[in-house]
């Protein structure tokens, strides 16, 4: 599944052909996706104007002049692409794979821009909803979601706070939704690694008894903001369906130091460990037992 750095790096390329732009037409090919769309989801959009697009953990918000948000969410195996509203009808030697892609492509968003924008996804555990701006506050998907990992509400105050008496292993924590958002497998291991902290610990342990952020929290915050930065710039990690919009694929999935590298020798420093896997709350950890601590 996606997690925060490939839903960002889709909403950087979806930015230029959406925002400012449009809805010239939308074509809707599927509307059983994770849920029903609405009826009348294509009339809601047309005309309208993308005003802006953010994102909030992994949903992508596109902000419209209706006074509408529309929110969408990749699910386990969606992708968007973007391609230009001329370039479509040329038949070339992948004219197959292309045909084979379009049995999944549910959602087709003509925009003002002149770029078609695609959403694929072969799984249907993708999403999409219409939201009134003024109700986003009570909409219960992101009503539940703690701060912005990459954000400056996100510190190790914030941490501490949120983990402050939690019997939870630290890797649980992490995963919480609530304590932080976005945040997946994959970048709750490589922070944890960077952070010399064992997945097993305590949750509680960042904190002091009265809640305050101890040294473990900042090395974890700093450690959980360097990796994400450093897989945005990559353009997040290209893991079973997970492609840019333009077809790309991204980098990081070779900068991994633990996730997926079960048995090789760890890569700190002076450190002689092997990385090894263990199974918390039915998902697979990867880590350091010689250097995490
Ligand atoms: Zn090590």
Redesign the pocket.
């Known amino acids: 599944m996606p997690e925060l750095p490939e839903v960002e790096t889709v909403r950087r390329g979806l930015e230029p052909a959406m925002e400012s732009a449009r809805f010239i037409k939308v074509d809707l090919r599927r509307g059983d996706l994770r849920w029903p769309l609405p009826k009348d989801f294509a009339q809601r959009l047309e005309g309208k104007t993308v005003t802006g697009l953010g994102r909030r953990a992994k949903y992508l918000l596109a902000d419209l002049s209706s006074g509408e948000v529309l929110l969408m969410h990749l699910g386990m195996s969606g992708s968007f692409r973007v391609s230009r509203e001329t370039g479509n009808k040329k038949l070339g030697r992948y004219h197959h794979e292309r045909a084979q892609q379009g049995a999944h492509d549910h959602v087709i968003f003509h925009m003002s821009s002149g770029s078609i924008v695609t959403f694929n996804d072969p799984r249907r555990f993708g999403s999409m909803k219409l939201i009134a701006r003024a109700k986003l506050d009570d909409e219960p998907l992101l009503a539940g979601l703690g701060p912005e990992p990459l954000g400056n509400a996100f510190d190790a105050a914030t941490l501490a706070t949120a983990c402050k008496g939690k019997k939870t292993s630290l890797k649980a924590a992490l995963l919480d939704q609530r304590i932080v958002a976005g945040l997946g497998n994959i970048y709750a291991c490589e922070a944890l690694y960077r952070a010399r902290l064992s997945p097993k610990r305590i949750a509680a342990t960042v904190a002091t008894k009265s809640g305050a952020p101890n040294e473990r929290a900042e090395r974890l915050v700093e450690a959980i903001k360097a990796v994400l930065n450093d897989a945005i710039k990559a353009g997040g990690s290209s893991l079973r369906d997970h492609k840019r919009t333009d077809g790309e694929l991204g980098m990081f999935q070779h900068h991994f130091r633990v996730y997926d590298r079960e048995g090789e020798s760890?890569g700190?420093p002076r450190?002689r460990?092997t990385i090894k896997r263990i199974v918390q709350n039915g998902r697979s950890t990867f880590y350091?037992p010689?250097?995490?601590k």
């Open positions: 760890c700190t450190c460990g350091c010689a250097c995490q």
